[in-house]
């Protein structure tokens, strides 16, 4: 019996061990191959980019924005779209179609058949009134969306997670890009919010590895020199976009502008604050 329940135990710490084993060390959504015991020192950042910059007009330019070769690509069924930036959950296609939706005059209807109805109560004065069913006819024409889609010049706003870590073994710092968080900016005319609402979040790594490389669509177009264009993933390896910091890992997971007390000038200032201490601390590592 004690040799059965031993051979049981050994089983069980061996198959443990395996399963401990199969992770190989390296970040399965990270593009750059660092062990995780040659990083000597990792944050986390999230960057936010307006493509419509100066800066970032080379990944925005006009019929060849980088949003509408990863829309098309979406529709194509070659990347995934997922909720969040954590890469977690996946969207599907008709959740993906929602969100870029245009938002329909739905609303403003129901609005004018509230309205109607109210007339027709006061006309009745009494409690007799045999109409219930109208009032759930605007109901089924929520369902209904506008059959029209935002253009990829529309979304312009996106926040780009990346890891900064130096690797202790090549003595060097990376940035290894994670993903790509787009969103319907707070100032579009035809956000009826007024907020920045979420549209979608992107594997870099899938986007590099299935659309930027070799796609002669994916272009960063160079302003100074037509022969010059670059592929997308050069042009993020060569970091050619400019984006300011919005949030550093913490353990509160908040952002500067909330870490700052929620005011936007203050927050602004926070993220020069954070790029010359990231940059202060990057020169220490190289000094010592």
Partial sequence: MLSTLAILSLGISSLGFSQETTDDGFNPMGLKKIHKSDVMWKKTITRRLDLREKQNQPLFARGNEMTKVILEA???????????????????????????????????????????????????GG???????????????????????????????????????????????????????????????????????PIASFSYKELHDKLFVGNPEALWINPANDSEHR????AF???????????VSNPNDEYLIDV???DVKTGIMASQWKAFELLEYEHNLWEF
Avoid: C, Q
Avoid at 128 to 136: F, I, K, L, Q
Avoid at 231 to 234: F, G, K, M, P, S
């Fill in 74 to 124: 979406v529709k194509a069924g070659i990347i995934t779209p997922y909720s969040n930036d954590s890469l977690t959950t996946k969207m599907t296609i008709d959740e993906f179609m929602l969100a870029i939706e245009l938002p329909s005059s739905g609303d403003e209807e129901e609005e004018d058949d509230w309205g109607s109805e109210d007339e027709s109560t006061d006309d009745a």
């Fill in 127 to 197: 409690w007799g009134d045999p109409e219930p069913e109208e009032e759930e006819a605007p109901v089924e024409e929520v369902k209904t969306g506008s059959g029209e889609y935002y253009f990829p010049s529309d979304l312009y706003l996106m926040d780009l997670k990346e890891d900064m870590i130096f690797d202790k073994k090549r003595s060097r710092l990376y940035y290894d890009i994670i993903a790509f968080n787009f969103f319907l900016s707070a100032d579009h005319p035809d956000n009826i919010k007024g907020i920045d609402v």
């Fill in 231 to 234: 592929n997308l993933a050069d």
């Fill in 237 to 247: 390896e060569l970091r050619l976009f400019h984006g300011y910091i919005i949030k």
């Fill in 260 to 262: 700052y007390g929620g």
